[in-house]
């Protein structure tokens, strides 16, 4: 392959995984460099926020949200079927009292 | 989203050439801990990680709780007692050389790594009054209180620590390089290691490492039964890029394996199967002791053993009567009778409305932090991704309750044949200086049979990178075989050459792989169907693997992580066909052949004369401290006076 024609090729992911926040974030790409499957590419353009080029690969570690010197910078996003629910632990005792079915 | 230029130079035809007296593989908390001693012991280690140290490994992103520090000066159990009860609780099948390491060291590398910068201890005073800490030394321990081996950590602020102390060392890192074989006296299957090739993750860039010793230091093992190209990272317990090559390379230079039979059925795992590991609800390991509630917010009250109800809660800390001491907070690994701790039995389900829920709300506040703050935001990954992420979304310990998805910590029930290595599962022989069966090879962490955590972890790394560097100092140079160079390099590049219309994707391979491991070793195993894996297994590797394409470094990296999948498949179809009789504590079921258990590890290499397989006999280490002492009294002088 000829060294010109390296490309990261775009696709649709299923997943976001790794929201970054344009508005806050520094360009310091401190999250490429922590992030160990390099889920991320720093921007060709400089001072553009890094690339989410591989959010298939994220482990979801969180290493690039402890990294980002900017809060809420960069965060993780929970595939939908992953999101754990809870209750307040009232209702369960409602429903138990039997005022709530 | 859009086509990206290439953002790092592109390397691939270049060469750099790097000598050492010692190579470390792997700059996970193994890696790092054996770095650190062999360079301070004086000798020129180069360390090399395909991810970033300050984060790279299982252990990267943090860890709540260190098992197995027997030595700490508030344990009431000796590392002989808590190893025998390991050995016993696994009718044998664990690796008594690596966790008597951990048992006898492991409070000395939590004491070291303090004296880097990592916490292992409440110094603030933030948990005084909680029923596990100490006051003297400030310790808060977890599970046992009673007995106190088990320490909880602020973990996230290990890797960090190692990673400065290497700077300080002046060991030589080489990250975002992925090492792809070994280096072989005269380039020959079975013979001394010399060193190892890597390719760079970003470049491309081909790396020759020349060594007199090496230790390797990766990870075990996965995504061999189970993965999902769409949803492959949150469920999954240990990182994506983890995926066993020390095992592949290993494997293809004639090292010894042990235990690679072993599977169990999936706990935690890729495809999103599952919900993030510690963030659904359960009382075990991480949560432990949380109490949990039914859908009518009843509580299902703790048991000891005996089945005796546990009203305080102090006493889910404490062993039952006329027991010494219990393992681990929960009954995550199934423990024998006479290591069970208090458990919750929602035995007569008919009594309680689903679903379950786990409930820090209704447990003194205190203790609440330590599990939702403390353990719940350092333990392997969920800083962020738990605690910080369900905090933000609105949870709150002291009034909601979060849902439970499956029996004990699991948060998701797999069918048989999804399966991981998991729990003590199999890898590289060892000795009693962690050396392979290969001269100048040494082995640490999750490469050994039967490893498991942190401070196994820490423990073995720094007694390989200690062993090796005394290896070191008497082994000569030998040059790389140039021929073995070339080949590689022809394997590694290859994917580069294929059209990018009709190559295989990574992805698309590592799903043909575990659908086949799924296929033919599922839960129950016949010879038939093992051979039958074996041969698609091996049709992939002639015929599919040079069809592969990646289209730059980042996807050659991925791809070559499913060569060494598909190597590694291929392992454990030849353990599973070495065993002949079925085996409950490998939890190793063969169709028609009983469970009269040989007592013996089924020891298989790959040779010049094809795979060959030993019998060694459980006990094969000896007398643990006798060994002990007579491979360390260096150390033990050093360190103990």
């Given at each position: 392959m000829d060294k010109r024609d390296v490309v990261a090729s775009g696709e649709i992911s299923a997943v976001k995984a790794i929201v970054i926040n344009a508005h806050k974030c520094?360009?310091?790409n401190r999250c490429v460099e922590i992030c160990q499957v390099d889920a991320l590419l720093p921007n060709p353009e400089k001072g553009k926020p890094p690339i989410l080029?591989?959010?298939?690969?994220?482990?979801?570690?969180?290493c690039c949200v402890m990294e980002?010197?900017?809060?809420?910078?960069i965060s993780l996003r929970h595939p939908l079927m992953n999101q754990a629910d809870w209750v307040l632990k009232s209702e369960l005792e409602e429903r138990g009292r039997g005022s709530v079915m | 989203m859009n086509h990206v230029n290439w953002p790092y130079p592109v390397q691939w035809e270049e060469e750099e050439y790097v000598e050492s007296d010692l190579l470390v593989l792997g700059g996970g908390v193994s890696g790092c801990m054996a770095a650190i001693a062999a360079a301070e012991k004086g000798c020129d280690v180069v360390l090399v990680e395909k991810g970033s140290v300050r984060r790279s490994g299982a252990g990267g992103s943090g860890c709540d709780h260190w098992e197995h520090a027997a030595t700490n000066p508030c344990s009431k159990v000796s590392p002989e007692e808590l190893t025998a009860a390991m050995l016993d609780d696994n009718d044998g099948y664990n690796n008594a050389i690596s966790h008597y390491i951990e048992c006898r060291e492991g409070y000395d590398r939590l004491l070291d790594i303090e004296s880097m910068g990592g916490k292992i201890r409440d110094s603030e005073g933030d948990y005084i009054g909680a029923l596990c800490r100490d006051e003297k030394t400030g310790f808060l321990f977890a599970y046992d209180c009673e007995n106190r081996f088990t320490l909880r950590v602020w973990g996230t602020t290990f890797k960090p620590a190692m990673h400065r102390r290497l700077k300080e060392l002046g060991v030589r890192i080489y990250e975002r390089v992925m090492t792809t074989s070994f280096l072989t006296e005269k380039g020959q299957i079975g013979q001394r290691v010399i060193g190892a090739t890597g390719v760079n993750t970003r470049t491309g860039k081909f790396y020759m490492f020349n060594s007199k010793a090496t230790v390797l230091c990766t990870s075990r093992p996965s995504r061999i039964w189970l993965f999902s190209s769409a949803y492959p990272g949150l469920s999954e317990f240990r990182p994506t890029q983890c995926v066993g090559d020390g095992h592949a390379m290993g494997w293809r230079s004639g090292a010894e394996f042990a235990m690679m039979e072993k599977s169990v059925r999936a706990e935690f795992s890729a495809a999103g199967k599952s919900y993030p590991p510690y963030g659904a609800g359960n009382n075990h390991n991480t949560w432990y002791p949380a109490s949990i509630v039914d859908a009518n917010g009843k509580e299902i009250p703790y048991k000891n053993r005996d089945g005796q109800e546990l009203h305080n809660f102090s006493d889910r800390f404490r062993p039952a009567p006329n027991q010494k001491f219990f393992l681990m907070g929960g009954n995550v690994e199934e423990p024998k009778y006479e290591y069970k701790g208090p458990e919750v039995y929602p035995d007569d389900e008919d009594d309680h409305a689903l679903p379950l829920y786990a409930d820090l709300s209704s447990i003194p506040e205190i203790e609440r932090r330590i599990i939702w703050g403390l353990m719940i935001g350092e333990e392997g990954k969920t800083k962020i991704p738990v605690y910080d992420y369900y905090t933000k979304a609105g949870f709150d310990p002291s009034k909601h309750v979060l849902q439970c998805y499956g029996s004990g910590w699991k948060s998701a029930s797999f069918m048989p044949d999804e399966r991981q290595l998991f729990g003590l599962s199999g890898g590289f022989m060892n000795d009693w200086s962690l050396g392979s069966n290969l001269e100048g090879l040494y082995v640490a962490g999750d490469v050994l049979f039967a490893s498991n955590c942190f401070g196994h972890a820490a423990a073995t790394g720094h007694y390989a990178g200690r062993h090796a560097a005394d290896y070191a100092t008497r082994a000569e140079r030998k040059e790389p075989y140039r021929f073995q160079v070339e080949q590689e390099k022809l394997r590694i590049y290859g994917p580069l050459k294929n059209d990018c219309m009709t190559g295989i994707d990574w992805r698309e391979l590592n799903e043909a792989i575990a659908k086949t491991m799924r296929l033919y070793c599922g839960e129950e195993k016949r010879d038939d169907l093992l051979n039958v894996g074996l041969r698609k297994l091996r049709a992939y590797e002639t015929d599919i693997l040079p069809r592969t394409f990646a289209g730059n470094p980042h996807e050659l990296t991925r791809l070559l992580e499913v060569h060494n999948i598909l190597t590694v498949s291929q392992l454990i179809l030849h353990s599973c066909l070495a065993r002949t009789q079925s085996s409950a504590p490998l939890n190793f079921f063969k169709v028609g052949r009983s469970f009269e258990d040989e007592g013996k590890l089924i020891v298989l290499s790959n040779t010049q004369k094809g795979v060959q397989n030993r019998e060694v006999p459980l006990d094969y280490y000896g007398s643990l401290a006798e060994n002990y002492e007579r491979y360390n009294a260096g150390y033990i002088r050093r360190r103990h006076g």
């Open positions: 520094i360009s310091c080029q591989y959010p298939g690969e994220c482990w979801y570690c969180g980002c010197p900017v809060e809420g910078g | -």
